[in-house]
């Protein structure tokens, strides 16, 4: 079983570069989400889709857009990148059962450096 | 909105127990689950509680819940180097906020 696979794996970008990380997920599960993890702050959430079709920002959506491109994927895109943005991103997905979740399954994350 | 704390740290030594404790504000969740990151991976469920249970033994692991006063807590008996990682408690919530985590060392 896949579960939840980004790419990529590491990345290097110059300030003012975009990219778009990729997430796909083959659970058939409605909800994914977008963090970051930085030393000491945990995972804090950046967006998530609760279902297909729909999107919406999270504890820091600042400097970042995503697409539910359909149920299976879910990228996150960033315009601009900035050193601030030097981070660890994780995509997750869930199944969702009304306002709440169950267990939610991670990829393996993207390491990315903005120089 | 929701809110999870733990502690940052915690040092023990090999062979001994570790407890990890949580607390947090959203208290509707069916299931509050611990999950596991070991150096250099994702996040991977590590247990669960039922929320209608006080505690729950797998193996090593029991999870204790106090619901009235909104803690979760994790033991871990018998450490060993291998449970060295960072410890997140989730409370199911629909926007899935996770603490910052306890990160567990563990000392030979």
């Known amino acids: 079983n896949a579960g939840v696979t980004q790419t990529p794996k590491f990345q290097v970008l110059k300030t003012g570069q975009s990219m778009t990380l990729q997430c796909a997920q083959d659970?058939?599960?409605?909800?994914m989400y977008w963090y970051r993890q930085d030393p000491g702050m945990g995972l804090r959430l950046i967006y998530y889709?609760?279902?297909?079709?729909?999107?919406d920002k999270g504890e820091v959506p600042n400097g970042y857009n995503v697409s539910r491109l359909n149920k299976r994927e879910f990228s996150l895109r960033l315009e601009s990148a900035a050193p601030s943005q030097t981070s660890v991103y994780f995509c997750?997905?869930?199944?969702?059962?009304?306002?709440?979740?169950?267990?939610?399954?991670f990829g393996q994350g993207t390491r990315l450096t903005v120089v | 909105g929701e809110d999870v704390e733990q502690s940052l740290f915690l040092s023990v030594r090999e062979g001994d127990s570790s407890v990890i404790n949580c607390t947090y504000t959203?208290?509707?969740?069916?299931?509050l689950y611990w999950y596991k990151q070991e150096p250099g991976a994702g996040l991977q469920l590590l247990t669960y509680?039922?929320?209608?249970?006080d505690m729950k033994q797998d193996q090593r692991l029991t999870v204790l819940l106090n619901k009235k006063d909104k803690h979760l807590s994790l033991r871990i008996a018998d450490t060993q180097t291998g449970d060295s990682a960072i410890y997140f408690c989730?409370?199911?919530?629909?926007?899935?906020?996770f603490g910052a985590g306890t990160r567990l060392f563990v000392k030979a």
């Open positions: 997750a997905s869930s199944e969702a059962r009304g306002l709440m979740n169950t267990e939610a399954f």
């Open positions: 659970m058939n599960h409605n909800s």
């Open positions: 889709s609760a279902s297909e079709g729909t999107t």
């Open positions: 959203d208290s509707s969740s069916t299931y």
């Open positions: 509680i039922f929320s209608n249970m």
């Open positions: 989730f409370t199911g919530g629909f926007k899935t906020i």
